[in-house]
């Protein structure tokens, strides 16, 4: 399974970006997926996963009301939208697809990494 994650790039603050995460391969259409982001200097960290059926989403404290994390199964993804972008969004953000049914907020319960965007809010 290979996850491949777009959409990344520069934004002022207050701005907003939508992430995108597409894998190859069927089996992983009903997975448990989640985004990720680690900042320079430190470690990764959750921030929005979503159930295998999309009907439950989970986010970390700082970003709720302000990101949306949604999946298509049709098309085999899951978009992150990020809305009111502050400096402190500033990471590398990862998707990750999961086995089982979610959402899980854990970074060891997922066993397929995207390779990272870069999201760099400042301005």
């Known amino acids: 399974v290979q996850l491949q994650a777009s959409g990344g790039g520069l934004v002022q603050p207050g701005g907003s970006l939508r992430l995108s995460c597409a894998a190859s391969g069927r089996a992983t259409i009903y997975w448990p997926k989640g985004w990720f982001r680690q900042a320079p200097g430190k470690d990764r960290e959750f921030v929005a996963a979503?159930?295998?059926?999309?009907?439950?989403?989970e986010y970390a404290d700082s970003v709720k009301g302000r990101f949306t994390i949604s999946r298509d199964n049709a098309e085999n993804t899951v978009t992150l939208q990020m809305n009111s972008l502050k400096p402190e969004d500033t990471a590398v953000y990862y998707c990750?697809?999961?086995?089982?049914?979610?959402?899980?907020?854990?970074?060891?319960?997922?066993?397929?990494w995207g390779q990272g965007t870069l999201v760099t809010v400042s301005g």
């Open positions: 990750a697809f999961g086995t089982g049914r979610g959402p899980f907020l854990k970074a060891s319960k997922y066993e397929y």
């Open positions: 979503i159930n295998w059926n999309g009907r439950s989403t």
